[in-house]
């Protein structure tokens, strides 16, 4: 899930147009904030003071104000004052495309479907079509775990309130292995505070885990136990709550034998995966939302420590995804996060224990060595 990203790059203000901007913005913190310092901070114009009204009552009052003049506000805590910190055009309306989001689940629908029949591997799907068939198990399965997440996400934005955009599918034909890369919607407008922030977050995981945990189950009811055959094999890692799921399926495994997964067993292991990555604690991810809910500005020094421990997960495991997926994060996401309009108001009880508890998550999901070959 990531931000609508702006249009181009906005141009510094002039000392001129900031001094007028300010003297438009200043009257409009009437009764809202008694102002005691003023001063620019990049594009942000900052306004410091004591705050009259009760953060959310701030907010709501400042809204409407602030954007008839093209500022969005938000409300933070430094330097023992409160300051209402104002950017330009934040909430950004962008156009609502279906037909790329249909066209891009479509794609996708073929994509797991040649994936999930093994086609080009096994078989030529130009001379036997209907074995893509013994896909769809996996494909639908698959696509119902990833759409269920997304759209947790989408549906408690729009309960808040946030303009969201529709989920992307990523589709991945072969050779990626599992014909898809997951799917994304995009965030168009900041969250409102804490509460809603990690809300829209811890959404989309735990919905998707709802689909995931009965898949995976049910699929290794279908599953076998055999022997392992000699040569090279793909094998999926187990994370904690793969091997206790495993356990409670089949029990102790006699030596020298596996499970070998149903198609539907293996898009719930996928699903478990995802939600894992979801989870780590970094910048736009699901995890990097929840850590800011939880600690605010801390985030960061969250963020670089799961940067460290993926590394030091590479290291101890010998798997390389671990380094791949590590330096993604940090060149592409980065350590930063944009905060709520209310900075102020803290994460409820209730939600910070649950945010805890998907951290803890995110320790039996995730499988030290995702994919190998043996």
């Known amino acids: 899930m990531r931000f609508w990203p702006f249009r181009g790059r906005p141009v510094p203000p002039s000392a001129d147009s900031s001094a007028f901007a300010i003297a438009e913005l200043a009257p409009q913190l009437s009764g809202v904030l008694a102002v005691e310092q003023v001063r620019t901070e990049g594009h942000a114009l900052a306004f410091g003071g004591r705050l009259l009204l009760s953060p959310e009552a701030a907010i709501t ?9 093209g500022y969005t506000p938000f409300l933070q805590a ?10 330009p055009f934040v909430e950004v309306e962008a156009p609502s495309r279906p037909r790329l989001n249909i066209i891009l689940f479509v794609l996708t629908v073929l994509s797991t479907v040649v994936s999930g029949s093994g086609a080009f591997f096994d078989f030529n799907p130009f001379t036997e079509p209907l ?6 198990p996996f494909a639908f399965t698959l696509l119902g775990i990833l759409g269920t997440h997304e759209f947790g996400h989408y549906f408690t934005a729009r309960h ?14 072969p050779p990626f292995l599992f014909g898809t890369l997951g799917a994304i919607i995009r965030m168009r407008s900041p969250a409102r505070d804490r ?60 030596p020298g034998h596996d499970v070998f997964v149903h198609p539907v067993a ?24 929840i850590a800011y809910a939880l600690f605010g500005a801390r985030h960061r020094q969250v963020s670089l420590a799961a940067f460290l421990a993926l590394l030091v997960l590479g290291a101890v495991t010998g798997s390389g995804n671990w380094f791949v997926w590590a330096f993604l994060l940090f060149f592409v996401m980065g350590f930063q996060h944009q905060p709520p309009l209310d900075d102020l108001s803290p994460l409820s009880p209730a939600r910070y224990a649950v945010g805890i508890g998907c951290l803890i998550l995110l320790f039996l999901l995730i499988p030290p060595v995702p994919i190998a070959i043996q």
């Open 78 to 87: 430094s330097d023992g004052l409160t300051w209402v910190r104002a950017l």
């Open 160 to 173: 808040y309130g946030a303009s969201v955009s529709l989920p992307y599918f990523i589709p991945a034909p």
């Open 266 to 289: 293996l898009a719930g292991w996928v699903g478990l995966f995802v939600t894992a990555l979801n989870l780590i604690p970094v910048g736009q991810l699901d995890g990097g939302r």
């Open 61 to 69: 009052s400042l809204q409407p104000r602030f954007r008839s003049f």
């Open 131 to 136: 074995k893509l068939a013994n896909g769809f």
């Open 195 to 254: 509460n809603s922030l990690f809300d829209i977050a811890a959404a989309g995981p735990l919905a998707g885990l709802l689909v995931a945990v009965p898949a995976l189950w049910i699929g290794l009811g279908w599953s076998k136990v055999g022997p392992v055959p000699p040569g090279g094999a793909v094998v999926f890692g187990d994370s904690l709550a793969m091997r206790f799921m495993t356990w409670l399926a089949f029990g102790p495994l006699p």
